[in-house]
């Protein structure tokens, strides 16, 4: 899984019969450097050299798994799932791009690949994402429902889980990507580490109240985003400080608005993805949604793990010939089978 954070690969082993059996293994996440990050970053919205990037894109995800297997020694690996990294997301003219050769990867690591997990779903209607409901829905079995599971990464999006396999997911609004941006326009870093820098700044009400007031929080959902959709709401004429404190409150306002959609009010929120590690977003996800929001680690899950862990077991659902999406999570017309199996040669 390569995440639209740009942070860099997460592995992650599950052992699962893409239905009720879901135990995690080990995991490991392997940072980007800073010249691929750039080239990665150029070719957003389908532009410039992808079939480059996506040839050593493929090739750092085998190289790391080939790291996570030596670590791992005499670990069985069935099938494995390839996400690759989005590049653009346009559901509404039925497109969607996800980077990542599972030919190749197929071949470099002589197993067999599950990839393109999006855009079957996508060229029926649905919204192509966001995809680990399912996932949420198995591993949040013993847990009190209704649940609200938000994953903030570059796009945040909230799987609702309540009695019944009654399950309700969509993208609540930007993650992390905007505030990322914003910080390495301003200082080169990659992100605002531990919130220090929206720490030292004031968010702007009325900012937030003009972001509030766009269509998409009023839209019903299923629904989904581009990494790059609300690029016009950077407050270019604040501050540094001030700048990613209001963008920051953003990505939680965003969230909390996602209440109105519940079918019921979620009776805890568990938070993954790196969103959760900024203390300034968690004390403003706790404030707006009312004391009852919690990283996962609360209930012994791996937050970094927790999108690869999807796609592992969204691998052997779809092997298994099994729906990856829900009318009731990707807005398609019907339960929908995806993902491509690349075999590995013997």
């Not at 293994?25 to 050299?49: C, M, Q």
């Not at 060229?123 to 649940?147: N, R």
Request: glycine share 10%; charged share 20%.
């Amino acid at each position: 899984m390569s995440g639209t954070s740009l942070d860099g690969i997460d592995v992650a082993m599950i052992e699962t019969d893409g239905d009720e059996r879901v135990i995690p293994g080990p995991a490991l996440t392997i940072a980007y450097k800073d010249t691929f990050r750039e080239r990665l970053r150029s070719v957003l919205g389908g532009i410039g050299p992808v079939r480059e990037v996506e040839d050593k894109l493929t090739r750092l995800h085998a190289e790391a798994v080939e790291q996570f297997i030596a670590r791992h020694p005499g670990m069985r690996i069935d099938i494995i799932g390839l996400h690759g990294h989005t590049i653009l997301h346009r559901p509404a003219e039925r497109r969607t791009w996800q980077l990542g050769d599972g030919a190749l990867l197929a071949r470099l690591l002589s197993r067999d690949v599950v990839a393109d997990f999006r855009s079957a779903d996508v060229a029926a209607g649905g919204q192509g994402a966001p995809l680990a409901p399912l996932f949420h829905v198995a591993i949040a079995a013993a847990l009190p429902k209704p649940l609200a599971v938000l994953n903030i990464g570059g796009v945040a999006n909230v799987t609702w889980i309540g009695e019944g396999m009654k399950i309700l997911g969509f993208d609540t609004g930007p993650g992390n990507a905007l505030i990322d941006d914003w910080v390495r326009h301003h200082t080169g870093a990659v992100a605002d580490i531990d919130g220090r820098v929206a720490g030292a700044g004031r968010a702007s009400a009325a900012h937030v109240a003009r972001f509030l007031a766009a269509p998409f929080f009023e839209c019903p959902p299923p629904k989904s985003l581009d990494r790059d959709d609300f690029r016009e709401i950077v407050p270019n004429c604040l501050s540094f400080e001030d700048g990613a404190a209001t963008l920051t409150e953003m990505t939680a306002a965003a969230a909390a608005a996602a209440i109105r959609h519940f079918p019921s009010p979620a009776r805890k929120w568990l938070i993954c993805g790196g969103g959760r590690r900024n203390p300034v977003l968690m004390e403003a996800l706790d404030r707006r949604i009312g004391g009852v929001v919690f990283p996962v680690e609360a209930v012994g899950w791996d937050g970094d793990a927790l999108e690869a862990q999807a796609f592992a077991y969204l691998a052997v659902r779809s092997v298994r010939g099994l729906p990856l999406s829900l009318p009731s999570t990707t807005g398609v017309s019907r339960p929908m089978l995806g993902g491509r199996l690349f075999t590995a040669a013997r």
